[in-house]
């Protein structure tokens, strides 16, 4: 009996392991695909962080180049949009840095 119980004993530790095991892959699959989706969402941002700065640089250039004064150019309403526009995307970004950091760190 003592061998039978020995084995049904290994058997429930064995289960047991395996389960821990799945859980923590599962977890962990979880935690890369997060890591994915913001890594590709910050990927996005920066591609409109590019395009806000080239469209910034083309309103300057354009307004310089019809004659607008510097301080025209400088206050000029479209570039103050996309400024604030650029702002607010670096800190959607920031934010999911920290995220990604988050995640990282609970490894």
């Given at each position: 009996?003592?061998?039978?119980?020995r084995i049904k004993h290994d058997l429930k530790t064995g289960l047991t392991t395996l389960?821990?095991?799945?859980?923590?892959?599962?977890?962990?699959?979880l935690e890369e695909s997060e890591l994915l989706r913001l890594?590709?969402?910050?990927?996005?941002i920066d591609q409109q962080l590019k395009?806000?700065?080239r469209d910034v640089g083309e309103r300057a250039v354009t307004l310089r180049e019809?004659?607008?004064p510097v301080e025209?150019?400088?206050y000029d309403t479209e570039i103050a949009r996309l400024?604030?526009?650029?702002?607010?995307?670096?800190a959607t970004s920031g934010k999911l840095e920290a995220e990604?950091?988050?995640i990282r760190d609970a490894e």
């Open positions: 009996m003592g061998l039978l119980q389960r821990l095991g799945t859980a923590q892959a599962a977890n962990r699959a890594r590709l969402e910050v990927r996005r395009e806000l700065y019809a004659g607008e025209r150019v400088l400024v604030k526009d650029i702002h607010q995307l670096k990604m950091q988050e």
